[in-house]
């Protein structure tokens, strides 16, 4: 991979700027090369730091038909329990824009987190198979275009947890927990080997309390010790960090 692009900004609502035209400008791209933009989104506040999309010029100027949408990770529980990531990005994302709700994929409801993980690894191979998604010639994972990443205050994205064996993981594209350290306990979660196999991915941290993590990963010393999950993202393409002063209180 390039070298990862770094925007310093100095409020949410600046990040919030420069990430809608980055994923403006993206998926006018994609579109225009592959007649279609697949994005993986993420939970917690990176839904709201979308909110600029909502607003003109983006939300007429977007060709959102075009739009297909994945979860990077999920809570398995109901589509509409207060804790799922779909629900969440629903509420506060998608039900606001004019993308198909047949290109949208959330996880299928009533399984357990095996099958779930199963069943969503199925369903992004059989989309790479049909010519939907595009695959790595690197790796012959999936090859999103888009991936929007968070970072929890310990340094994890998606539920790749430090201290979790499923960081490792080489083969699987979406594997499971049953033990998250934040409720809810049963996961799913894309594997490093798919996240790493994405175009684009942006790493959209805001907020004091992520300054720690911050530190280790972009710091002077973020080659030392043992890696936080944060650090293993690696993407074939480009990877460009979206920050706020908050965030990036403890780099020199």
């Not at 600029?52 to 589509?79: A, C, T």
């Not at 064996?165 to 979660?189: A, G, L, M, Y």
Request: proline fraction near 8%; glycine fraction near 6%.
């Amino acid at each position: 991979m390039s070298q990862p692009v770094i925007h310093k900004l100095e409020t949410e609502s600046h990040v919030a700027d420069a990430l809608a035209t980055y994923i403006a400008d993206l998926s006018a791209k994609f579109i225009a090369a592959n007649g279609s933009f697949s994005v993986v989104l993420s939970g917690g506040t990176l839904i709201d730091t979308l909110r600029k999309l909502l607003e003109p010029p983006y939300i007429k100027s977007i060709d959102w038909s075009k739009w297909l949408i994945f979860f990077l990770d999920e809570r398995v529980v109901p589509l509409d329990h207060p804790d799922s990531n779909y629900k969440l990005a629903y509420d506060g994302f998608l039900s606001k824009v004019p993308i198909p709700k047949s290109n949208i994929y959330p996880i299928k409801e009533n399984l357990s987190p095996e099958e779930a993980a199963d069943e969503y690894e199925q369903r992004l191979k059989q989309l790479v198979s049909n010519g939907t998604l595009k695959k790595s010639p690197t790796t012959g994972f999936a090859k999103l275009d888009l991936m929007l990443v968070g970072m929890g205050p310990d340094g994890h994205i998606a539920s790749l947890f430090c201290w979790h064996f499923q960081r490792f993981e080489k083969k699987k594209w979406v594997t499971f927990i049953t033990d998250s350290p934040k409720p809810p306990p049963p996961r799913i979660t894309f594997t490093f080997p798919l996240i790493n196999s994405a175009d684009q991915i942006a790493m959209v941290v805001t907020g004091e309390d992520a300054a720690d993590a911050v530190k280790v990963a972009l710091g002077e010393h973020a080659s030392f010790g043992y890696p936080l999950p944060v650090q293993k993202v690696k993407p074939e393409g480009k990877l460009t960090w979206f920050l706020d002063s908050e965030a990036t209180s403890g780099l020199k």
